[in-house]
């Protein structure tokens, strides 16, 4: 049994079975290896930041590691974008880089290059199995560290030598280090500082969906505090019986405003909220100058068991109902296309626990109101602002959620960077539906040139900003890709197409001309 | 007048007037100052990979450096692969990467990462502006540094308060230190032994075209020595009236047999000669194990005046002249799709002075082979070994020469890399055919299984070697991004879609069906 297996069997043993790859000649026996074991699934992107996206979205939506399979530097360097959305989010994934035979690396070969930096500057944790016989512990460690800390990105190296000569067999699974809590009179502090006038329990990370959301609504409505988060989170859950809390926008001034009340911010789950960017003459955090905060609870650290600790020291109990989002859909708006009644539509039509991949960027704030009271929905954002995941996150998360209906919302700059997703969709029959705003560029940095103080764009501005001339035919994209698609100019149009994507398992691209 | 308009100012006085651009937030004030300086050209690239394989593609036919403009360590990130490729075809390249406001770095955002780490992973030289008044002489020093040791690839990290505070004005341009050279006594020991039974003058860089080709081959003429060079040389003059040289291969094994007879290697603008990667059981270098190796002049010094002190030490003159490749133009082939009949009508129609960006991949060596006695041609290959190289080199090398046609040669796997650059192609109407060779997969892939002793693909390795179900349609993405395109499927369509390429001076793609 050679390296290489050992590592596979090791895997699968750590209870991790998906391998998002891109492989070339320094995996080969890694790909050998897999060919033995059908029951890890491998899924092609055709880039490699297809494969990072894929397994971000896949443990997002899973909390479970994922590999991706890259070719040397630059395969791993392809993958960075979207490695640092995932970073961002914690999510852990295990990238197989394979590298030359160490003893080939002492030639300037073309492909050699600073693997291991390239590693550092993006991985929490990076090894270079050092032989055969250690590869086994190798797998085992990186899967211990990319669940690690709440997830993490980490990275075995893996010469090729390593993979291809003999050693003993797989390794056993290694459970990561128990993650750190609060103290009890940090617990005790904040349960008592809850029940304050301005008090707002900021939540993060799982603390957002599912049973721990509901724990902190009724933290809320036990203590009378505030609950919000943060803008680009990683899963949040929306839409009928979620927990009703604000949400936090993209521009600092809209978060001043908002927080211009807030007197003690208690971080749970969560890192402090700060502006995208800093702009001149604007601030760099949006609370009050005076406003206290408490960093209680990382995102790195057990959240669910400090909100259980502080729902039992506050003595939460099921009369203590969370504050819920009601069901109130609109009916499907008609006439000319605006991003408001594009909303109401998606509102309107989206199934109960959909997931919806949002990366439509400029687009986002009306399509995120109008779907506030539609039903129970799933929703993920690029959390490190690196555009590029929308595609690739959508299709992980088709993967790990086959039975729920996947929604991708992508602005047409964000799309192209990463548009190879598509075929990987088409391929695994993944059910997608894709929207992409096609406004003809990045709008945003109109925007944000006016914000900076840049004043308006000229020539060459224009240039960089808008993606005309010529204009991008994403029907023709996606039908390259092996995706159906239709065009749509007005809110029939629109409405019929949601409708067919909606209604079919395979992936769909919907363009709109806004 | 602020950082940013100092920095442009800095560049144009340093000759660099081309900026190969995807900008975000943190570079509009670097835009606005580019709005301002219209001789400044920016061209649009719909993902980074695209600019810097553009930037390597215009040092390479224009030995000028250009910028690029990226977005934070995601952009650079995403420039990666093709600033390795670039870096191992010296290529200088000056990427202009905005950062936040430095004040900005203490807070969690998004989008901080490790950019200095991704920075120094892929750079030569990084520097992170210190402020609005250094700002000029960092560029300054970064185009010097670009163009230091034969070309390399600055990394200048701008955050954007560097941009936008107020600065002097721009610096003086700074001319790089000069290149080394061999001693006298090299020289003279290296041009006597030239002409010993068994000696090979391997050359790389600039000596593979122009003036120092020909001199390299004069050198070959009076001496009797031969001329090698490498397979992935970063450009290199073929066809009628380019000197007479041996190339290797990708195959080791097949380079071994090439070297055999090879007594005394002198190296000159290249580095050593190795495999492209290890495999148990060959060798990691191809000449015999007596041969002994001169590494006389790296690809980092002064290899043209090496080869013109070497020229000299033998007495060159006008009558020592060198072997050339003759003229011997195939007619162009009828019936069914061959790659060999395929490389022939390449040679019947390319028309003098044609730039050929080489990533074929599998289909390159009758494709290359085929061209040796067409009509004068450059070609440039994919030096760093990865992929997704084609489409962006192609578009830089035509833009630096407008009035060259440029073929650019990729298969359908490395072509999916950086498709983004067909848009760019088509928005600055760059005169560019493309032709992809779909054999629907990473076809190299299946003879690395089992070069590496791999065996067979299965299952899963076929599932991650063949891009098939679905198919890519070619055409419809060159559509999708304003590109004209056909496919085909026999000899005479080849032909005929040939020669409306080859007609157009818009960007044109052919599909071959292979």
Chains 1, 2 share one sequence.
């Not at 000319?336 to 909303?343: A, D, P, R, S």
Request: hydrophobic content about 40%; overall charge negative; some cysteine.
């Amino acid at each position: 049994m050679n390296g290489a297996e050992t590592l596979v069997k090791t895997l699968l043993k750590s209870d991790v079975d998906v391998c998002f790859a891109n492989p070339g000649t320094s995996e080969m026996h890694f790909v050998a290896a897999l060919d033995q074991h059908p029951d890890m699934r491998c899924i092609l992107c055709l880039f490699e930041g297809g494969a990072t996206g894929a397994a971000d979205g896949y443990f997002r939506m899973k909390q479970e590691v994922a590999t991706t399979l890259l070719h040397l530097g630059p395969g791993l360097g392809n993958g960075i974008a979207n490695l640092h959305n995932a970073g961002k989010a914690r999510s852990g994934i295990v990238n197989i880089v394979g590298d030359h035979a160490d003893y080939h690396l002492k030639y300037d070969s073309p492909l050699r290059g600073n693997l291991d930096g390239i590693s550092g500057s993006i991985s929490h944790w990076t090894r270079r199995a050092a032989d055969a016989a250690s590869v086994a512990e190798d797998g085992a460690a990186a899967v211990q560290a990319a669940r690690a800390q709440g997830g993490q990105i980490a990275t075995l190296i893996l010469p090729a030598n390593t993979a291809w000569d003999e050693a003993n067999g797989p390794a056993e699974p290694m459970a990561p280090a128990p993650l750190k809590r609060p103290s009890n009179e940090e617990i005790v502090s904040v349960a008592q500082a809850l029940g304050e006038p301005g008090a707002v329990l900021f939540v993060g990370q799982g603390g957002l969906h599912g049973k721990l959301a509901q724990l902190a609504g009724q933290i809320a409505a036990k203590s009378g505090c505030e609950l919000m988060a943060d803008f680009l989170v990683s899963r949040i859950e929306r839409g009928c019986g979620a927990v009703d809390l604000i949400r936090l926008k993209y521009p600092i001034v809209e978060n001043v405003e908002l927080m211009r009340h807030v007197r003690h911010l208690v971080l749970c789950g969560a890192n402090r909220p700060v502006a995208f960017f800093a702009y001149p003459d604007k601030p760099g955090t949006p609370e009050p100058a005076d406003c206290r905060i408490t960093e209680l609870c990382g995102p790195d650290m057990d959240y669910g068991w400090t909100l259980q600790a502080i729902a039992d020291e506050l003595g939460v109990g099921p009369s203590d109902r969370p504050a819920l989002v009601p069901l109130d859909l609109p009916t499907t708006p008609t006439g000319g296309l605006t991003l408001e009644k594009t909303g109401a539509a998606l509102a309107a039509l989206l199934p109960d626990n959909a997931i919806v991949v949002d990366e439509s960027v400029t687009s986002s704030p009306p399509l995120l109101s109008a779907t506030n009271t539609a039903r129970r929905q799933t929703w993920l954002h690029v959390t490190g602002g690196a555009i590029g995941l929308g595609l690739p996150c959508a299709s992980g998360a088709a993967l790990a959620c086959p039975d729920q209906k996947t929604v991708c919302l992508t602005g047409d700059g964000s799309a192209m960077y990463t548009l190879q997703s598509l075929w990987t969709m088409a391929r695994e029959n993944l059910d997608v539906v894709t929207i992409v705003f096609a406004n003809r560029g990045y709008q945003i940095l109109h925007g944000e040139l006016a914000n900076v103080g840049a004043g308006q764009a000229g020539r060459n501005a224009a240039r960089m900003f808008d993606v005309e001339d010529p204009t991008l035919d994403w029907v023709a994209l996606a039908k390259g890709h092996g995706v159906a698609a239709a065009r749509v100019t007005d809110m029939d149009g629109f409405v019929a197409a949601l409708r067919k994507g909606l209604a079919t398992t395979d992936p769909y691209l919907i363009e709109v001309i806004c």
